[in-house]
C-alpha cells in the first residue's frame, strides 16, 4: 500500500500561536484527502475534507498541492482544546478506495 | 442517531484464546473498515467490507485473523489463538459507501482494546 508521511512532532506552541502541518503521499492518483483529529488513542474524528481548490473551517485552512503532493493544515489562534495527534488520511483512486493514514502529527498547546 | 458501536471497549485474553471484536456501523452506511492501532503506531488497515462480501483483506494477516460481515447483526472480527502481539486498539469505521467524496468518509467507533496476557 502507498505510503502516507507525516512529522510526529510534537510541535509545542503557546496560545493563540499559528501552526501549520504537512503531510505528504507517494501516489500521484490519490484521489480523496482528509485531516482527522485523535485525542488520546481515542477513536479518529473527521476534522476536515482537503479539495484542490483548499477550504476553511473557522481557525483551521486545509490546502492540497498536487504538484508536490502533499497535504497541510494550518491552525490559527491555537487553543489549549485543540492539543491532539492530527491524522492525514488519503484514498487512492485505484483498487478498492483504501483510506490510509499517516501517523499522526502530535500538537501540544501550553498556556 | 447512534454512532458506530463497537463491544467490548476492552477486552482481555490469554495467550491461545480466541477473540471477538464485534462492530455495528451508523444506520445507514453499508461499508465497514477494520484498522488496528499498535502503541506509539499509527492506524494500520486491515480489512473492507460490505454486506456478506470482502472487498479488501489486504491488510489483514494471513494466519488467524479473519473478518465478516453478515446480512443480519454486526460485522466480527476474529482473531484465533492470540499471542501478546496482537495487543493493540482495534477501531472499525463505516462509512456510506463509494461514490462521491462523502462516501469516502469515515465515522469511527470507540474501539476495542485488546490486553493478551
Known amino acids: 500500500r502507498k505510503e502516507v508521511e507525516q512529522d510526529p512532532g510534537p510541535f509545542n506552541v503557546p496560545e493563540g500561536a499559528t501552526v501549520a502541518f504537512n503531510c505528504t503521499y507517494s501516489n500521484s492518483a490519490s484521489q480523496s484527502f482528509f485531516w482527522y483529529r485523535q485525542d488520546c488513542r481515542k477513536e479518529p474524528k473527521l476534522l476536515m475534507s482537503v479539495y484542490s481548490s483548499g477550504n476553511e473551517d473557522g481557525r483551521f485552512t486545509a490546502q492540497l498541492n498536487r504538484a508536490s503532493q502533499y497535504i497541510s493544515l494550518l491552525i490559527r489562534d491555537s487553543k489549549l482544546s485543540d492539543s491532539a495527534t492530527y491524522l492525514c488520511?488519503?484514498?487512492?483512486?485505484?483498487?478498492?478506495?483504501?483510506?490510509?493514514f499517516g501517523r499522526g502529527t502530535s500538537l501540544i498547546v501550553h498556556p | 442517531n447512534a454512532g458506530v458501536m463497537q463491544n467490548p471497549r476492552h477486552l482481555v485474553r490469554r495467550r491461545g484464546q480466541e477473540a471477538r471484536l464485534r462492530c455495528s456501523p451508523m444506520?445507514?452506511?453499508?461499508?465497514v473498515y477494520w484498522y488496528r492501532q499498535l502503541p506509539e503506531e499509527g492506524l494500520k488497515f486491515m480489512v473492507y467490507l460490505q454486506k456478506e462480501n470482502i472487498i479488501d483483506e489486504s491488510g489483514m494477516p494471513k494466519e488467524r485473523f479473519s473478518a465478516e460481515f453478515p446480512k443480519e447483526g454486526p460485522s466480527i472480527l476474529r482473531i484465533q489463538q492470540v499471542v501478546r502481539g496482537d495487543s493493540a486498539a482495534y477501531f472499525c469505521?463505516?462509512?456510506?459507501?463509494?461514490?462521491?467524496?462523502?462516501?469516502?468518509?469515515?465515522?469511527f467507533g470507540s474501539g476495542t482494546q485488546l490486553s493478551v496476557l
Open positions: 488520511v488519503v484514498t487512492d483512486s485505484g483498487g478498492s478506495y483504501i483510506p490510509t
Open positions: 444506520k445507514g452506511h453499508s461499508h
Open positions: 469505521a463505516s462509512s456510506p459507501g463509494i461514490g462521491g467524496r462523502s462516501g469516502e468518509k469515515l465515522f
